[in-house]
Structures are given as structure tokens and as C-alpha cells.
């Protein structure tokens, strides 16, 4: 009988040899396989991380004017930005074993699956800030094997890519915060106004709280269930041993100073924000999802003071029983920086942006062709008889075109083209057209920057052909610019979110007129706004220089003008094109743009435009044309080019025996007449 005992023991000692034999061999093939399978994951790139970012724009003294995201809210900021405490305020609650495991809290998940068992439910979740990190990049929140397989693959790479800083970095700008504040930064703007660096103790603990529940946690829908879920935070904070008792007693009662939800199309210019992020799309060419996510930077050239001084002059003057339309650009004349733009009276109602619609300018147009003139033999003496016309045009001159002064009003008398533009004349400026050809207009329009087709016609002259407001700021910047036009600019950089400049732009001038022509063209210009021209009723509104041109038509009202410092259209019409009414719509494009100026100029010295030194001046007689002599009544000083002013005196009033020469004025006299 011992004998057989002895021989069954020997039979087990070696099965158990056999087994642990093949066991250890089975281990190592396990733990040779999962080495081999640890260095495919760690040389298998992980997918892009899709970390949406909100894209920022600001204002030229670096103001936040606007915010680009599609539903998530979130700026990136790297961890040195983030305060000790919210990092550890976030490991404690989230993760307290973060620092030591591999991207999987074994003890917890056992843990977790107990209970869950006992219960038979799901009542414990045991995802550790890496698993979480990989299931909000990656995946879906479903409850599937599927899903949770290929998040235990994504951890695993996370943990063999990333070093625990960078992996706490990425879950502090990837985490949902609640009130559509995606990470960090978003967060503490959302409920504090402040920068994530700016954080407190008790402001951070708050925070910490709320990926858990954003909505049942948040200080806005229930400040008690608030400050019970801080009250967790600085319990496992001091578990933890990251603070003392006594710190977690003081962060507890300090206040919470909570700020009120912001909605998010509160922006400043939203119509500027649109015609940016197209220009973003269209003409630096990037991408509408890094427009939306990537985080960018945009600095632009608005202005927001003077911006909202634009949209608060637009609200003061447009009737709101009607649907009558305005718009304005304002305009740096020597940078092209774009200063303010309203594109209608109510972006909530209707975005469509006027500032960039096609409308006819009417008589605003003229410039461009008395600049033609001026180039081709015109001064600012030429006469024309304002009366009524019939044009002939065409082959063989078959085609009749017969225009007409507003209101049938006609000097019956040969007038000059300073005359002409005070009084916005049509037969003086058809028949300029007419005498130096339109195609001399047609090709002076490229050449200020006006893109849209003009048609060699006699009624270009009178502003047929649509432009936008943008065209005429960018045309009449010539005028105060010495002849050089300047190319609107809308956004000065751009860079990226690792700080990466994509756009900077520079101011580009191009000489396309002579200094002394576009002088000359800017002197008579003045007149609009001095007594009998077409906006002398607004001169008093802004009592310095200022130069123009006024233009009206059946369904339009324009004014663009200019100081030395800023050059402003402004548009008034209905969207539907319906008629305006003459004297009462046909006349708000002025006091607009002459309000809105004086407000955007108020600390702004009163400058005089620079007068070329290839110009000389003279006193004429506005009657007859020539050198004013010490007889008449009217002295006007006007400009010429050397060679084209008048040579002979005044025959209508000829100077009094003692006096044979004009007397000059003096520097004050000339002053006051400026």
C-alpha cells in the first residue's frame, strides 16, 4: 500500500513540474507577444487628433471683436498656463493614480465591476483620465465591446506616446465644462472672466466638478449641488495630500464671484466677422474647418470705437417703421486699413452685407471722371453750359440720350467744373464724358480700384453701372492719398495656434494719378460742403476740411467723403429696390456720414489737405473765369498746373485806378475761406 501512495505522488510532482514547465513557457510567449504588441501600438501613429479650438479676431488695439467655433468653445493653453491647483484639483477627483499607472487603474476597474455585479447595474465607472482622454478624441460614448475594446487600444497608445504632462494637458483642453466651454480657458472665461493662470483655489475646485455633470454641477442651474460637488474636490484634494485641510477650509467659504452667461453672437461688427472669415477662406485660402477649429488668431485693422460710433450714428438716423437699408465703410485713406463697417441696420434680421452690394452711386461716381477730364485737357475752369440736352451717341450717332438736372434745376449760364460739382450739374458731367470719350472714364475707374464693369456709354458718367460701397472707399483714396490708391485691408496676421504667422499684410499704395490732379480734384471737392453745394447742410456738423460727392437716384442716396484722416461712404436704399423718398431717404446719406465723421474725428486735429508742390494757386472771378482784380465782388482761390491757369484779369470788373494788381490775401484770410 505505500508502495502505491509514494508512486501517486511522484505522478503528481510530475504533472505539476509539466504544468509550470509549460506555464513559465506560456508566460514568456505571453509576455514576448504583448512586448511585440506594445512596440507595434507604440510604432503605429495615432490618428489625428481633432482638438477643435476656437478661432479668435481682434480688433487693431488687440479688443476681442468676435469668436469663430462650430459647438466647441475652447482655447488651447499649454500646461505652464494651468495653476497647480486645477491640475491637481483634476487628478484628485478624476484620476488619483494618475501619475503611477499605465493608462489603466486595474485595482479600481476590479473594484467598479464588483459593485456594478452586486448591484446588476452600472452604477461605477473606473475610466481613468487617459481612457477618457482617448474615448473624447476618438470615439463615440457608446456602451459597446466594440467601443470599449478599441479604447483600451487608444489608451495603451496614448500612454506609450505621451508623457503624463502632455496626457494632463491634452484632457485639460479637450474636457467638457458645460455652457458650450470646451477645456480649460473656456471654462474660466465662461464662469469667472478670467484666464485659466488667473485661477484660485476655490475657483479651480469648482471647476474640477463639473466634467462629471456640466449640467447638474453647473453654479447657474444649481449653486448648491455646485458647491456640494467642491466640497468632493477638496476632500480628495486633501486625501490626496495635494493641500491641507485648513487650505480646503478656506477655499470652501471663499466666494464664488460666478458671471452671467454670455449668448454667443454677442460680437462686435458682426458683418466685418463675415466679410473676414470669407477673405480668411477665400483669399489666403484656408480651409473652413481650420477657420472654425484651428485656433487661429486674426488680427484686423476695425476699429471697435469707432465702429460702434458707426453703428449707433446708423441706428440715430434710419427710420424703424420702414424697411429702409443703410451702410458704411470707413476707411484709413493711407493705409487701406478698414476702420468700421455696418452692413445694414439689423444683422439679426437679415445678414445680407450692403457694404459689399452692388448698387448705382449716382452722381458719387463723378470723381472718377473728372479726374479723366483733368488728365485730358479739362481744368477747374473749363465751362459748359448747364442747360437742357440731347446726346447723340452710337454709330452715326443714332442713339439719343437726354438726362436732367435734379429737379429741373439748369443754370441756363456756362458754369466750371467746380461749379459743376457743387451742384452735382449731369449735362456739365455727360458732356465732360462725352468730350474726352467715355472709354477715358471707363479706363480711370480700373485704375482707382473700381472692379466692376463699366459700360463706354454717356451715362456712366451719371453712376449707371453698380459699384459697392467697398469700390468707392477704395476709389476715392486717391483723392486725399497724393494720387496713390491704396488697397483696403481687413486683416493684418494671422497666426496659427503653435504661433506660426500664416498672413501678414502690409499696406500697398500705387501711384495711378498725378499728386497735383487728384490736389486739384480734392479742392473742388470742398465745395460740396460750403454754401449752395449739395451737402452744405451738414458742414457744421464737423467744421473742418472735408471733401466729397453727394449722389442720388431713383432707388439710391450715397455720400463718400474724406478728411486728410479718414475717407467713409455711406449707402442708403431698400434691399427690394423700391423708389426712395427724395427729400426725406435721398437726404439721410449725408447727415450719417457727417455725424458718424465728426464723431470718429472728435480728438483728431483739424488738418488741412497737402497741397503738391506742382501746383500754384490763384484768386479768379468765378464769372468770368479769369484773374480776379481788386473790383470783384467774388474772389474764389482755386489750384492749377503750371501753364493752364488764367493769364489775363478780370474784364467784367476791372481793377480800380489805384490798384492794377489783385491785393493778396492774408494767411488768416485764406485760413477762414478754408
Not at 477618457?132 to 495603451?156: C, F, G, H, P, V
Not at 463699366?454 to 492719398?481: C, H, R, W, Y
Not at 494720387?483 to 495656434?497: E, H, L, M, S, T
Request: glycine content about 6%; hydrophobic content about 40%; charged content about 20%.
Amino acid at each position: 500500500m505505500e508502495i502505491i501512495q509514494e508512486n501517486q505522488l511522484v505522478r503528481w510532482f510530475k504533472i505539476l513540474k509539466k504544468a509550470f514547465r509549460y506555464g513559465l513557457i506560456a508566460f514568456m510567449v505571453t509576455a514576448i507577444l504583448f512586448g511585440v504588441f506594445l512596440l507595434y501600438l507604440r510604432s503605429q501613429p495615432l490618428p489625428p487628433m481633432p482638438i477643435n479650438e476656437t478661432t479668435t479676431m481682434y480688433g487693431s488695439g488687440g479688443q476681442v471683436i468676435a469668436t469663430l467655433y462650430k459647438g466647441e468653445n475652447r482655447t488651447f493653453v499649454p500646461l505652464s498656463k494651468i495653476p497647480v491647483y486645477a491640475r491637481e484639483a483634476t487628478v484628485a477627483i478624476e484620476d488619483r493614480k494618475f501619475y503611477t499607472h499605465t493608462g489603466f487603474d486595474f485595482k479600481r476597474i476590479a473594484g467598479a465591476a464588483l459593485t456594478d455585479i452586486w448591484h446588476m447595474s452600472k452604477l461605477e465607472g473606473a475610466s481613468t483620465i487617459t481612457m477618457q482622454l482617448a474615448r473624447n478624441l476618438y470615439l463615440s460614448q457608446d456602451k459597446t465591446w466594440s467601443r470599449k475594446w478599441k479604447e483600451a487600444i487608444l489608451t495603451m497608445q496614448l500612454e506609450l506616446n505621451y508623457s503624463k504632462a502632455q496626457l494632463l494637458e491634452l484632457y485639460m483642453n479637450q474636457i467638457y465644462y458645460g455652457h458650450g466651454a470646451y477645456g480649460i480657458q473656456a471654462a474660466a472665461k465662461t464662469y469667472f472672466g478670467k484666464n485659466a493662470s488667473d485661477l484660485s483655489l476655490a475657483e479651480a475646485s469648482m471647476l474640477a466638478g463639473l466634467p462629471k455633470g456640466p449640467k447638474y454641477y453647473s453654479p447657474h442651474l444649481n449653486m448648491n449641488a455646485c458647491k456640494e460637488r467642491q466640497g468632493f474636490v477638496l476632500a480628495a484634494m486633501v486625501n490626496t495630500k495635494f493641500i491641507t485641510a485648513q487650505q480646503a477650509k478656506e477655499a470652501r467659504l471663499q466666494p464664488l464671484h460666478i458671471i452671467p452667461l454670455k449668448t454667443r453672437d454677442t460680437v462686435i461688427a458682426p458683418y466685418f466677422r463675415d466679410y473676414v472669415a470669407k477673405m480668411v477662406m477665400e483669399k489666403y485660402h484656408i480651409d473652413k474647418d481650420t477657420l472654425e477649429h484651428g485656433g487661429l488668431k486674426i488680427y484686423t485693422t476695425l476699429d471697435p470705437d469707432i465702429q460702434q460710433k458707426a453703428e449707433n450714428t446708423i441706428k440715430k438716423y434710419m427710420p424703424t417703421n420702414r424697411p429702409l437699408q443703410a451702410a458704411l465703410i470707413s476707411m484709413d485713406p493711407q493705409t487701406g486699413y478698414i476702420r468700421a463697417m455696418v452692413g445694414g441696420t439689423d444683422y439679426a434680421k437679415t445678414q445680407f452685407n450692403r457694404a459689399l452690394a452692388h448698387r448705382q452711386p449716382g452722381s458719387s461716381i463723378k470723381p472718377i471722371l473728372y479726374l479723366a477730364a483733368l488728365e485730358n485737357g479739362f481744368t477747374s475752369l473749363t465751362k459748359i453750359k448747364s442747360e437742357p440736352t440731347v446726346f447723340t451717341f452710337g454709330k452715326d450717332h443714332k442713339q439719343t440720350y437726354m438726362p436732367g438736372n435734379f429737379g429741373g434745376q439748369y443754370a441756363y449760364d456756362y458754369i466750371d467744373m467746380e461749379q459743376a460739382i457743387a451742384r452735382s450739374d449731369n449735362i456739365y458731367a455727360v458732356q465732360t464724358n462725352m468730350t474726352i470719350g467715355p472709354d477715358k472714364m471707363v479706363n480711370m475707374a480700373k485704375r482707382v480700384g473700381i472692379q466692376s464693369p463699366f459700360k463706354p456709354i454717356p451715362s456712366i458718367a451719371l453712376g449707371t453701372d453698380p459699384v459697392t460701397p467697398l469700390e468707392m472707399v477704395q476709389a476715392f483714396s486717391v483723392l486725399p492719398n497724393q494720387g496713390k490708391r491704396v488697397d483696403p485691408i481687413a486683416v493684418q496676421k494671422i497666426v496659427d495656434r503653435d504661433g506660426n504667422v500664416l498672413v501678414d499684410s502690409q499696406p500697398y499704395t500705387q501711384q495711378v494719378v498725378s499728386p497735383e490732379n487728384a490736389f486739384i480734384l480734392t479742392h473742388m471737392m470742398e465745395s460740396v460742403f460750403a454754401n449752395g453745394g449739395t451737402a452744405y447742410r451738414v458742414y457744421d456738423m464737423l467744421e473742418r476740411p472735408v471733401a466729397g460727392k453727394t449722389g442720388t437716384t431713383d432707388y439710391d442716396a450715397w455720400l463718400t467723403g474724406f478728411t486728410p484722416q479718414l475717407l467713409t461712404s455711406v449707402w442708403v436704399g431698400y434691399d427690394d429696390n423700391r423708389k426712395i423718398d427724395p427729400f426725406y431717404d435721398g437726404r439721410l446719406a449725408a447727415p450719417i456720414w457727417a455725424d458718424f465723421m465728426g464723431q470718429a474725428l472728435k480728438d483728431k486735429p483739424k488738418t488741412m489737405f497737402a497741397i503738391p508742390p506742382g501746383v500754384i494757386s490763384a484768386y479768379v472771378d468765378p464769372v468770368s473765369g479769369e484773374l480776379a482784380t481788386n473790383a470783384c465782388p467774388n474772389q474764389k482761390l482755386m489750384y492749377f498746373i503750371p501753364g493752364t491757369e488764367p493769364t489775363e484779369y478780370c474784364k467784367i470788373h476791372p481793377a480800380k485806378p489805384e490798384q492794377t494788381t489783385v491785393k493778396k490775401k492774408s494767411f488768416w484770410e485764406r485760413f477762414k475761406f478754408w
